[in-house]
């Protein structure tokens, strides 16, 4: 047993509390017990592998094709999410809260672009680790000229999908990969 269950046990006596009443009506006798003084304990996530890759069929380097794309080549950039296990979290996942992450691309040089991506799920009864992945998109679609980008991600959890709607819970930020975006036609 830990020290804060025995702390617990030690204050709380078996005998029957006695609940004064109105004057001249009996005394009632009461007591209740919970599981834990957090019974629905502390709501936490954590971000984990940061990730971008390129979609494309004809890498530039196969041993690191993944962050190296042409110009005209889909990529995608995504995240792993994961939450504790207590029931207040098992509670907001089967509510359907919004995971949303901004995925930031800062180019580095004059010519390098800024931009940002999103991605969004509704959590599931359940279900605990979530991927959270941006829609495939081009460079030339988002007018990123080639050069080197830096890209980090922030997280933003809530409010809940449902009339029971809470408010934002929790934020969070994970950082760095590296994308090297060169001129088509340079394979």
């Known amino acids: 047993m830990s020290n804060a269950m025995q702390a617990m046990v030690a204050r709380t006596s078996r005998s029957p509390q006695r609940v004064i009443g109105t004057p001249g009506q009996h005394d009632e006798v009461a007591l209740t017990e919970t599981r834990s003084q957090t019974i629905v304990g502390p709501v936490t996530f954590r971000l984990y592998d940061l990730d971008v890759k390129g979609l494309g069929n004809n890498p530039a380097d196969p041993a690191n094709s993944q962050y190296i794309v042409a110009e ?8 792993e999410v994961e939450f504790n296990r207590t029931p207040l979290t098992e509670l907001l996942m089967c509510l359907g809260t919004r995971i949303k992450v901004d995925f930031g691309l800062e180019g580095f040089g004059i010519r390098a672009a800024e931009l940002n991506l999103d991605a969004t799920k509704l959590t599931q009864a359940n279900v605990y680790t979530y991927h959270l992945e941006t829609t495939p998109t081009r460079p030339a679609d988002q007018n990123m000229p080639s050069g080197l980008y830096e890209i980090g991600a922030v997280a933003t959890v809530g409010p809940v999908e449902n009339p029971c709607t809470t408010k934002i819970w929790g934020h969070g930020y994970i950082e ?8 088509a036609g340079q394979e």
């Open 72 to 79: 005209n080549e889909y990529f995608v950039a995504s995240v």
């Open 176 to 183: 760095e990969v590296l994308l090297q975006v060169y001129p």
